[in-house]
């Protein structure tokens, strides 16, 4: 029982650590938003298992003390860290989500307390997804106008050709169309 629940472990550690080194260097991840935030908790629960399990081990107490130092410097800095992990290993996070249509998502979000939420355009390939498109309202804002991002009442999908997407973010009012280069990320004026 306790080798499985080792072997479980390690093996969610290491999907968790592939998972996010995908995200942080080629910008894919599991499908949906939720998958993340699955495997992130699952890895958090199975740790304190561990730990419970295997308390008598010098090793699960340096993990707990790991955790416990890691989500102390973590609060320290203004808690910045801290809202971060919290905003995004959970649904506080996300503020929209839509499927523009089978092979493309796009979702608003925002997983810092001091930056504006930020838009992003997901391609789904299976299992797994690419982001291929993310910006600012900075980005939008370069012709005078007050776009906001985290106003936005709906995301329409437009166009796809071969290297472009167009969609127009729903206000009520004045709309905005993007269109975007799918095989660098940028904005097409």
Same mark, same amino acid.
């Given at each position: 029982?306790?080798?499985?629940i080792?072997?479980?472990?390690?093996?969610?550690?290491?999907?968790?650590?592939?998972?996010? @080194?995908?995200?942080?260097?080629?910008?894919?991840?599991l499908?949906?938003?939720?998958?993340?935030?699955?495997?992130?908790?699952?890895?958090?629960?199975?740790?304190?298992?561990?730990?419970?399990?295997?308390?008598?081990?010098? @090793?699960?107490?340096?993990?707990?003390?790991?955790?416990?130092?890691?989500?102390?410097?973590?609060? @320290?800095?203004?808690?910045?860290?801290?809202?971060?992990?919290?905003?995004?290993?959970?649904?506080?996070?996300?503020?929209?989500?839509?499927?523009?249509?089978?092979?493309?998502?796009?979702?608003?979000?925002?997983?810092?307390?001091?930056?504006?939420?930020?838009?992003?355009?997901?391609?789904?390939?299976?299992?797994?997804?690419?982001?291929?498109?993310?910006?600012?309202?900075?980005?939008?804002?370069?012709?005078?106008?007050?776009?906001?991002?985290?106003?936005?009442?709906?995301?329409?999908?437009?166009?796809?050709?071969?290297?472009?997407?167009?969609?127009? @973010?729903?206000?009520?009012?004045?709309?905005?169309?993007?269109?975007?280069?799918?095989?660098?990320?940028?904005?097409?004026?």
């Amino acid at each position: 029982m306790k080798r499985n629940i080792q072997l479980l472990y390690i093996a969610i550690t290491v999907l968790l650590g592939v998972d996010m @080194l995908a995200y942080y260097l080629e910008k894919i991840s599991l499908i949906g938003y939720y998958s993340d935030v699955l495997l992130f908790w699952t890895w958090l629960g199975l740790s304190v298992i561990v730990i419970v399990i295997f308390w008598k081990k010098i @090793l699960a107490k340096i993990m707990l003390f790991g955790l416990i130092l890691g989500l102390i410097c973590s609060i @320290l800095p203004m808690m910045l860290p801290f809202y971060t992990l919290v905003l995004s290993m959970s649904s506080f996070g996300l503020r929209m989500t839509k499927d523009l249509n089978e092979n493309y998502r796009a979702q608003i979000v925002g997983y810092s307390v001091l930056s504006a939420p930020w838009l992003e355009v997901i391609e789904k390939k299976g299992m797994i997804e690419k982001r291929v498109f993310s910006c600012t309202e900075n980005a939008l804002n370069h012709e005078g106008t007050a776009i906001r991002i985290g106003n936005t009442k709906d995301i329409i999908f437009n166009l796809e050709t071969d290297t472009t997407l167009r969609i127009t @973010l729903f206000y009520g009012g004045p709309n905005k169309t993007i269109t975007f280069d799918k095989r660098t990320g940028k904005i097409i004026l």
